[in-house]
């Protein structure tokens, strides 16, 4: 199975800062199946980036996704007070797999 | 709009099964795999499988395989899955997400989840 290793665990930063969250594949992920999910407490996780790099429907442009290969980025530009939440990278190249995840919290 | 709503809450003792629904609406539940995905307290995502509603076909992650079972009734368009001999570690919240279409060449995010259902395993 692909591991997917995330980075860091831990994000304090204040509103308006940006947030960079890291997430490293074991193996190439092929046709850039990467995908990115919020999640808040006690709710199920949303879906924000796929293909590595695609915002989901609705979500605004404050988030983007890069990457290829086995390191991938999300970036949100600048943190609104709803962005503070734990964030998954899931890819979808071979079975599916999940890195373990980061929290956003406010500094 | 496009949802997928589960049952609630179990409490099972260890060694028992327990089976958690998942019904769609919105879109045609034959045209899109359905995952399930699993969260213990405090932790990660874990997928499970996925099971294809317009055949019945599934695959399951490899330490899934011999306690879980996946199907689907498709006259009321719900998943079920199923997670026999359970002990203490299969305490969660299961949730069941919409995987990519049957049309689609390769495999997708998952774009839609259920709401979760919180599995308590305790004598």
């Known amino acids: 199975d692909i591991v997917l290793t995330q980075s860091p665990g831990t994000l304090s930063l204040s509103p308006g800062e940006r947030a960079t969250l890291s997430c490293r594949a074991s193996q190439s992920v092929s046709s850039n199946k990467l995908a990115w999910y919020q999640q808040k407490p006690g709710q199920a996780p949303s879906l924000l980036i796929y293909?590595?790099?695609i915002r989901a429907t609705g979500i605004p442009d404050r988030f983007s996704g890069s990457g290829s290969g086995t390191d991938f980025t999300l970036t949100i530009s600048r943190l609104e007070p709803e962005d503070f939440a734990v964030y998954y990278c899931?890819?979808?190249?071979?079975?599916?797999?999940f890195g373990q995840g980061t929290k956003v919290e406010i500094k | 709009q496009v949802q997928l709503v589960q049952t609630g809450a179990e409490v099972k003792e260890p060694g028992a099964s327990v089976k958690v629904s998942c019904k769609a609406s919105?879109?045609?539940?034959?045209?899109?795999?359905i995952h399930w995905v699993r969260q213990a307290p405090g932790q990660g995502l874990e997928w499970m499988g996925w099971?294809?509603?317009?055949?019945?076909?599934?695959e399951f992650a490899q330490r899934f395989q011999g306690v879980v079972t996946m199907t689907r009734d498709t006259s009321i368009t719900t998943a079920y899955m199923e997670l026999s001999r359970l002990t203490s570690d299969d305490t969660a919240v299961y949730y069941c997400a919409r995987g990519s279409r049957v049309t689609t060449s390769g495999a997708t995010a998952f774009d839609i989840w259920g709401q979760g259902t919180l599995v308590t395993v305790s004598s």
């Open positions: 899931h890819q979808y190249h071979s079975s599916r797999t």
């Open positions: 099971v294809l509603p317009n055949s019945g076909g599934t």
């Open positions: 919105g879109y045609t539940f034959s045209d899109y795999y």
């Open positions: 293909g590595a790099s």
